[in-house]
């Protein structure tokens, strides 16, 4: 039989006549593989002491539906059932079955995988220029008018012209996705009459998502929904842009003991899952019910054998890992930052040129490990998130409160250049990636609109989500009419997109942040219906603002290599890519230690000059102030600059053409974030 590219990866694959099936199981006594309309075939050991079983299979052809049936051994840590139709695990079609209960079983379904890419070509953008847009699939074009009707909220409506133009607005160079892998509704959502939104629920990990995909693919079958996840992926590609996935390998959707079991725990689930050592009860460290065991070596390749075929045949950009830290416990459930998973993940030949971005944390023991992925990895930065926020946020609700906040500059300035604290030299600035929100948690308008989370729409009595925020609602909780609340409020998001834009690091906005999109107080939308989640597409005046605002900053970023080292500098030596830092007081004198750390002291000016390594010597100054009060800055006097032009001042209306002498004094007008080119 003649057989594809893909014949080292598991599932199915198609040849001349008929087609391959491999699966792994190690506790299976028999497996058996069942064709719709074709009949069972029993899969054999390839190796009588090994865990691979296979078939050759003659007359499969794209469309046909099929199912695994196991048997094995009976007992706490097995879930064998001889009549239990189980999903092949490297599907790369999930469909739903409606019984005639009308209840939903999925199965899996052979799809063609011929496609043509044409002459595109992945953009390769580097670390430096990259700023990601994260996005759900549904919510980004579920209310865009300038999308057709039968295309919103689909893999198709990303890809239409109105959504790239918008991206290409505002700088976004990649697109993250939340989850796209097969998913489905936790069980108890389900029977509350409720559903998954955000799609941290895999079914399986070589499946696009079908509800994704225009109504037109998803009746047309499997082979289509892919067409269209790679159609979206070839024009986003032919206009610049990346695409990075987040993925859920950490857990499955068959939930704790007593869920439902879909594929992994009828195949296999003494060697898929982590157990407690002393019971037989998960080791869950997701807090989802289930935690995949990749300390098992099956378990692991089956995780790099799904990156390496979306990657390869689907030609995604990068990954970014939910609850990563739950990928590399070992044997005894600890963290090893030298685990093979991630060795693999790093050193596989197919997966050489991805993005790999790291959620650094689960909910186990020793659980935060933001800063310990080590190189070829880059990670979220919730030390950023907090900082920034608490600067701009917190501590001016506290000085509005009682006179001075609590935290001097310090902190900030760390954030600014890198957060070098917690990536060390040798990493450098690139292994942070910066954001201020997430799809967890206050979008940005809510950020500064609401004092406290207000849930109740989850049905959880408002008990779920975080309740540290560092929010404020500057003074009215919600929405309000209040001309200077809203003119407030927009300040300090400027502050907020300002500071994370103009950060050393990979910066990551929030789809819709920059429409003023809001949830109305909720930071846990992950069941809340499409009426309130989807980004705000109206015509706004707030919206329109703020779009022009992160356009403007995205526009400064690339045009000044300064702000976006690829490397920390080192003492003494002169090291391509690192920016030199030199720091000012409001009195334009050098930095003092109380200026660092007292809060009363809040102000500082970063003149940061490049290291040229690929793009011409830039230099630029900000300056930071980070207090209700008004306050004059004095500009560094230094023999190199002649003088400094206002590029950029979350205080709006600011005079940007004069040319300022070095030595004048410039007004701070309350909090705010300003940036000087020079000459």
């Not at 989500?465 to 560092?470: M, T, V």
């Not at 526009?555 to 391509?576: D, M, N, S």
């Not at 974030?673 to 000459?679: D, N, Q, R, S, T």
Request: charged share 25%; proline share 5%; aromatic share 8%.
């Amino acid at each position: 039989m003649h057989e594809t590219a893909t014949d080292a990866l598991p599932g199915i694959v198609l040849g001349d006549g008929g087609a391959r099936f491999t699966v792994r199981s190690a506790s299976a006594t028999g497996i058996t593989l069942v064709v719709a309309g074709r009949g069972a075939h029993p899969l054999r050991r390839v190796d009588e002491s090994g865990d691979t079983w296979s078939a050759e299979v003659p007359g499969v052809r794209a469309g046909d539906r099929y199912h695994l049936l196991a048997t094995g051994p009976a007992g706490p840590r097995h879930a064998f059932d001889a009549a239990a139709p189980l999903l092949d695990p490297a599907a790369r079609g999930i469909v739903p079955v409606v019984d005639a209960g009308a209840s939903v079983r999925w199965t899996s379904e052979v799809v063609d995988e011929s496609f043509d890419w044409g002459d595109s070509v992945a953009p390769r953008t580097p670390l430096d220029r990259a700023v990601v847009y994260e996005a759900n699939v549904r919510t980004l074009t579920a209310a865009n008018p300038h999308v057709p009707e039968d295309l919103r909220g689909t893999y198709a409506g990303i890809a239409h012209e109105s959504t790239i133009a918008h991206l290409h607005r505002i700088g976004v160079t990649t697109l993250e996705l939340l989850p796209v892998h097969a998913f489905d509704t936790e069980r108890w959502l389900r029977d509350a009459g409720r559903e998954n939104a955000w799609g941290y629920n895999t079914l399986g990990f070589f499946a696009p998502h079908a509800a994704y995909a225009s109504p037109a693919a998803r009746a047309a079958g499997a082979s289509a929904v892919l067409r269209e996840f790679k159609g979206m992926v070839r024009i986003l590609h032919e206009a610049g842009i990346q695409v990075v996935l987040d993925v859920v390998y950490n857990h499955t959707a068959e939930e704790g003991l007593g869920g439902p079991t879909t594929s992994l725990r009828g195949l296999d689930g003494a060697g898929r899952y982590r157990w407690a050592a002393d019971a037989d009860a998960y080791y869950d460290t997701t807090g989802c019910g289930n935690t995949l065991d990749t300390s098992v070596a099956a378990t692991a390749d089956l995780v790099v054998d799904s990156l390496r075929y979306w990657a390869r045949e689907v030609r995604v950009d990068g990954f970014r890992f939910d609850l990563m830290v739950s990928l590399a416990r070992d044997t005894r459930h600890v963290f090893d930052p030298a685990h093979p998973l991630l060795t693999a993940i790093r050193e596989h030949p197919d997966l050489q040129d991805v993005v790999v971005v790291a959620e650094p944390w689960d909910v186990g023991p020793d659980g935060w490990r933001t800063g310990s992925f080590g190189a070829g990895t880059s990670e979220w930065n919730d030390g950023f998130r907090n900082t920034v926020r608490q600067f701009w946020l917190t501590d001016i609700a506290e000085e509005r409160r009682n006179g001075a906040p609590r935290t001097g500059i310090g902190a900030l300035a760390g954030a600014l250049t890198g957060s070098r604290h917690l990536f060390g030299a040798e990493r450098g600035p690139l292994a942070g990636v910066n954001f201020v929100t997430a799809h967890d948690g206050f979008t940005l308008l809510d950020l500064v609109s609401y004092d406290r989370k207000h849930n109740d729409a989850n049905g959880e009595e408002n008990r779920d989500g975080s309740d540290d925020n560092r929010s404020f609602n500057h003074g009215i909780e919600g929405d309000t009419a209040d001309r200077g609340v809203r003119a407030a409020r927009g300040r300090s998001m400027r502050n907020l997109l300002g500071t994370l834009l103009l950060s050393a690091g990979v910066p990551m906005l929030t789809a819709g942040d920059e429409r003023s999109r809001t949830q109305h107080g909720n930071n846990n939308a992950y069941v809340v219906s499409d009426d309130l989640t989807p980004v705000d597409w109206s015509d706004d005046e707030d919206a329109e603002s703020t779009t022009a605002t992160v356009a403007e900053l995205t526009r400064l970023r690339a045009a000044h290599p300064a702000l976006r080292p690829t490397r920390f500098g080192i003492e003494g030596q002169e090291t391509p890519g690192a920016s030199r830092m030199t720091w000012y007081g409001p009195d334009g004198g050098p930095m003092t230690v109380e200026g660092w750390d007292q809060p009363i002291h809040r102000a500082l000016q970063y003149f940061v000059e490049s290291t040229p390594e690929h793009e011409p010597y830039d230099r630029v100054l900000v300056v930071v102030h980070g207090s209700g009060r008004t306050r004059d800055i004095t500009l560094p006097v230094r023999e190199d600059v002649l003088g400094y032009r206002l590029a950029w001042s979350s205080e709006k209306h600011r005079d940007h053409q004069r040319l300022r002498p070095a030595g004048q004094v410039f007004t701070a007008y309350g909090p705010g974030i300003h940036v000087f080119e020079i000459a």
